[in-house]
């Protein structure tokens, strides 16, 4: 896994907007995310897409199809040309042009096929368009070695995402109020830390959080 701090000028250049909406460090870890994608269809060419121009560590592509005429309808990675070819070798070279700092892998095998400690290797587990039962045993596997999954689809002008991120620490800035907090927010969520500092004559809570996920099964 990468582990480096975009700390050239040219890099520092290339991220600047996000930097500057999310911080260096926030930049530090996407430059050091290990991700795996699986099939790759429409929506996974949007997610593609916005991973690496985010400027992730890695990317791993895993699908073992390949490329149809309704494919050419939907994807932007992929023409005519490619109609037969496995879907992500097809894709593969326009997603590297899109920045090459991004070390991208590509995988045509079955995901059905790989063992539950394959997906130890990532730091986040995509899978899209699957069948709930492959979700959930993909879903499964991350659990056992304590990593990040989502699933998502689209069907139509419909669409869904499940996130299963285990247990999820964030914190929010507000101003403090007289009301003292609850610690339980809600059933899955709980205020953990609660720390304040001054900002002129206001008061600020930095509030941390821990949303509990559940998985699919």
């Not at 430059?31 to 949007?46: G, M, P, V, Y």
């Not at 997603?95 to 045509?108: G, Y």
């Not at 304590?146 to 689209?154: C, P, S």
């Amino acid at each position: 896994m990468a582990n480096q701090e975009p700390n050239g000028q040219d890099e520092i250049a290339l991220y600047d907007r996000q930097i500057r909406l999310w911080g260096v460090k926030a930049q530090e870890k996407l430059r050091s995310a290990n991700i795996l994608l699986i099939t790759f269809k429409a929506l996974a060419n949007e997610i593609a897409k916005n991973l690496v121009l985010a400027g992730i560590g890695s990317l791993t592509i895993l699908d073992h199809e390949v490329v149809t005429e309704t494919d050419l309808c939907a994807q932007f990675f992929v023409s005519e040309e490619h109609v037969g070819q496995n879907r992500a070798q097809a894709a593969a070279p326009q997603v590297r042009a899109m920045n090459p700092r991004v070390q991208l892998h590509i995988d045509t095998e079955d995901v059905r096929t790989k063992p539950p400690e394959f997906f130890k290797d990532f730091d986040v587990t995509i899978a899209t368009d699957l069948d709930f039962a492959t979700y959930a045993t993909i879903n499964a596997a991350c659990r056992i070695s304590n990593r990040r999954f989502y699933a998502a689809g689209l069907h139509g002008f419909y669409g869904y995402a499940f996130a299963d991120l285990i247990s999820h620490d964030f914190v929010i800035e507000r101003e403090k109020s007289n009301v003292a907090p609850q610690l339980q927010d809600t059933s899955t969520r709980s205020i953990i830390n609660i720390n304040t500092k001054r900002d002129n004559d206001k008061v600020i809570e930095m509030v941390t959080k821990r949303e509990i996920y559940s998985p699919l099964l």
